[in-house]
């Protein structure tokens, strides 16, 4: 068996990105073992079972598992974190940091027990309070503990840039940096449409607004769909950052990692460029702001930090 064949993967959350992601796991071969591992044990079994008997048709030879015991999760090469609750009508900021709090501390426990080499792609809200529980929860180092955030919104306005431009979306490479949330950092200058910087092809206020709905994206459409939350793009994200880890593929994608002085910022979680290979975070790629978009770091980094010492003061971290 290859090297790669013989890696595990485990995606906590059975729900329709944790469901989304394990079907891709599978599909593109990551690993040679996918437990989707949920307190919902039967709907765990039944996603496993239904994916598993898809591989004769998608040709994919990947062993999905379903679960509810941590056990199962042990030797866990990558953990792709989905699981939490989203945030409900009349429910506060501060209910839902806690709420997912204890959900994410639970899934570090057996982690850091069962999967002590595991590199943890967090997918949970508020994304980057819970990534930096996240770390200190496990203990591990902050190159193998990330969140998925920056690939998403950047996808987000990669597609608005196409529409916009009448391009092919595969030509758009676009970059939002900054927090998963209102006060994320769409940078345009550099964002282009096949090395065409996006300024010269769209004017200002045709910018502005696709930055803003790249902001609201994800409200858009949970508002269109009524009932539930993005799935296939936020699944997608998590799976491109998996597959740079475990291919050690070195690719750069907007990842929210631990800051110890780059771009200023201490002690901290927030999206920023970074090379993601078999070591995890192997490199934190610093480009050039201008003013406003360095203000705008600053916002987004206040408003991760105010929900990061909501954890403090309610002894969660």
């Not at 940091?97 to 057996?110: G, P, Q």
């Not at 758009?172 to 998963?180: F, I, P, Y």
Request: net charge positive; proline share 4%; aromatic share 4%.
């Amino acid at each position: 068996m290859s090297r790669l064949s013989q890696k595990k993967i485990t995606v906590v959350g059975a729900g329709y990105v944790g469901m989304t992601c394990a079907q891709l796991c599978a599909y593109k071969n990551l690993a040679a073992e996918i437990v989707v591992i949920d307190v919902l044990d039967g709907r765990a079994k039944g996603i496993a079972l239904d994916l598993n008997q898809s591989a004769a048709v998608e040709g994919f030879g990947a062993r999905v598992r379903g679960t509810a015991d941590p056990k199962d999760t042990h030797g866990s090469d990558v953990v792709i974190m989905t699981a939490g609750l989203p945030r409900k009508p009349g429910m506060s900021r501060s209910d839902l940091l806690e709420t997912n709090a204890k959900i994410i501390t639970s899934v570090a426990d057996y982690v850091r027990l069962g999967s002590p080499d595991a590199h943890v792609i967090v997918v949970t809200n508020p994304l980057d309070s819970m990534v930096h529980l996240m770390r200190a929860k496990t203990g591990f180092p902050g190159a193998r503990v990330t969140g998925m955030a920056g690939v998403l919104d950047s996808a987000r306005f990669s597609w608005f840039i196409a529409e916009a431009t009448k391009s092919s979306v595969q030509d758009v490479k676009a970059m939002v940096l900054g927090a998963h949330g209102d006060s994320m950092v769409p940078v345009p200058q550099y964002c282009n449409v096949n090395g065409v910087g996006i300024q010269q092809l769209l004017d200002k206020g045709s910018i502005e607004a696709m930055a803003t709905r790249t902001k609201n994206g994800g409200a858009e459409i949970v508002g269109l769909l009524k009932t539930g939350s993005a799935f296939f793009a936020p699944a997608s994200s998590a799976v491109a950052m998996a597959a740079s880890i475990l291919l050690d593929q070195k690719r750069l994608l907007p990842t929210a990692c631990w800051l110890n002085g780059q771009y200023g910022f201490h002690d901290v979680y927030m999206g920023v460029p970074a090379i993601l290979g078999k070591d995890g975070v192997e490199k934190i790629v610093e480009i050039p702001l201008d003013n406003e978009s360095r203000a705008q770091m600053h916002k987004t980094a206040g408003a991760i930090m105010a929900d990061v010492q909501i954890l403090r003061d309610k002894r969660l971290l």
